[in-house]
């Protein structure tokens, strides 16, 4: 059952009052939007694609400063293997432009169409192997931001602490005008993949996730069925190609939610509609996630190298222990299963797990303590979608889950400052010194960072 908690989904709901939007082209266009002496009508909100799941990026009223204009590859050397950007770098630009010049991003970052400064500011999680990087924010090393007050502030390796705390700062702290990252040689990984049931996975899940390999799954809940895909370093993994890892992408990214937009439309009665639906997902994951994908690297295993246009689909995400995932996604399930008995909503695209690693490069890390998997539920169907999420976050909570600021929808002030403990204190308080009346806070990050 929805709590009654008011629209306290994530995306505040209320009277349209024109925002005004800049898309700054340079760094003193960038300085004049945050000067406090221009005309730009506060709160001032700093966006990059626009992909989060909650108002961390959009203002009802004031300013967005749109950062995707800010889009040059200032420098990338390919003997420190370090790359030097603008925040409006498309994710999907960096990777093609570093696979030139024999390079990757450090961790599997799918989603293309964000930018990098998005990505910094908050958390960009994928199928990462090893330890070293569970966010790209990780790789980060040294920042350029203009802060609330117009001026430009350097932020280097140097400054370790600091750093820590513009890492996943939600433009809290500022506007990321460039950033130098670590990078890497291309490096291939082997990838395998499984089908199992939602029991036999539980049994493994534990095991898996103490493991140094990336851990990526794809859960029907209704079907009972857990597609896993694996990957690990190997001595001598062989070729990576391009096409099977595009072919994977368009089919998980593409035709599931075309199909699904239009099943909902044609086709009336739930349980057809549904089975047919699972059908589909079973068919689309049983294909992609076995034979075809054998071998990647972080550049083929992104998918789609060139930009679309994000997609318009309803998302929620949440972190569990991975040391208690076995018991969650048994209780997911039933949670699934609960749901559509008693309000007979149900999400219709498959629900996607990574495993993120124990991370303390940032402040508002959410794996700061322990490595968690995170649940991506996403669906199509709108029509009871903003209860779904209050039960989801409901579900959550009773299972001890670490929300994300920009991807947590339905959160509460108090439980995420149950969860971020002193670190959000101290978050709060370095926001106060470099932002003390609030110009970059919108009433959604007000409930949690004021
Ligand atoms: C279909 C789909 C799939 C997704 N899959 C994943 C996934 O697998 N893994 C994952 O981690 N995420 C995923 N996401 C979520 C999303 O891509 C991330 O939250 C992303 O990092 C946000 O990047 P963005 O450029 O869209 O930033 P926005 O959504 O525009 O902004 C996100 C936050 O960063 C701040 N910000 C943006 N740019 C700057 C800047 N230059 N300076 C300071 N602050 C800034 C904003 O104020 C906001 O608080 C998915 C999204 C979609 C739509």
């Known amino acids: 059952m929805a709590s009654p908690r008011f629209r306290d989904t994530g995306r505040f709901v209320r009277r349209k009052i024109p925002t005004k939007t800049y898309i700054p082209a340079n760094l003193a266009d960038l300085m004049r939007c945050l000067d406090p002496d221009s005309n730009a009508a506060t709160p001032i909100r700093i966006r990059g694609a626009g992909t989060a799941s909650t108002d961390c990026n959009t203002n009802a009223t004031g300013t967005v400063i749109d950062m995707t204009g800010l889009d040059r590859i200032i420098h990338i050397d390919t003997y420190n293997h370090t790359v030097k950007v603008e925040a409006g770098v498309r994710l999907g630009t960096l990777v093609h432009a570093l696979a030139e010049q024999g390079l990757e991003l450090i961790g599997n970052h799918d989603q293309m169409e964000r930018t990098i400064g998005g990505a ?8 990462c192997i090893g330890e070293q990087a569970a966010y790209l924010s990780t790789q980060v090393l040294n920042l350029k931001v203009i802060t609330a007050g117009g001026r430009i502030m350097q932020v280097t390796e140097q400054q370790k602490h600091l750093l820590n705390v513009f890492r996943l700062s939600y433009g809290l702290l500022g506007a990321i005008y460039e950033a130098t990252l670590r990078v890497r040689p291309i490096t291939t990984f082997s990838a395998s993949h499984r089908s199992l049931t939602v029991d036999t996975f539980a049994d493994v899940a534990n095991r898996l996730a103490s493991r140094d390999i990336g851990l990526k799954f794809y859960v ?16 001598s993994p062989g070729s990576s190609y391009n096409a099977p890892w595009k072919i994977k992408d368009w089919g998980e990214s593409t ?9 909902n439309r044609v086709l009336p009665i739930p349980t057809v509609k549904y089975r047919l639906m699972d059908s589909i997902s079973a068919a689309t994951h049983g294909l992609v996630n076995t034979r075809l994908v054998r071998n990647g690297n972080n550049v083929t295993a992104t998918g789609a190298r060139k930009r679309r246009k994000p997609r318009n689909l309803l998302r929620s995400t949440w ?12 209780a997911y399930r039933e949670f699934c299963s609960d749901t559509l008995a008693g309000s007979g909503y149900r999400t219709d695209l498959p629900v996607v797990g990574y495993r993120v690693a124990r991370d303390t490069s940032a402040v508002l890390s959410p794996s700061f303590d322990e490595p968690l998997i995170a649940l991506q539920t996403s669906s199509t169907q709108e029509k009871g979608w903003e209860d779904f999420v209050i039960d989801l976050a409901q579900f959550a909570e009773n299972w001890g889950g670490t929300p994300l600021f920009s991807e947590s929808r339905a959160m509460r002030a108090e439980y995420g400052a149950q969860m971020y403990t002193n670190r959000l204190t101290f978050f709060r308080k370095i926001r106060l010194q470099l932002d003390p009346h609030g ?8 409930q949690y960072f004021q």
């Not at 910094?120 to 199928?127: K, L, Q, V």
């Not at 972190?319 to 048994?330: M, T």
Request: with cysteine; hydrophobic share 45%; charged share 20%.
């Open 120 to 127: 910094i500011a908050s958390p960009c999680i994928g199928a």
């Open 220 to 235: 029907l809940p209704h079907m009972d069925r857990v597609y896993l895909d694996l990957r690990r370093y190997e001595q």
């Open 255 to 263: 035709v599931l939610p075309h199909v699904f937009k239009s099943l």
């Open 319 to 330: 972190c569990f222990p991975a040391s208690d995932f076995s018991v969650v996604i048994k």
């Open 439 to 446: 110009r970059l806070l919108n009433p959604f990050l007000a």
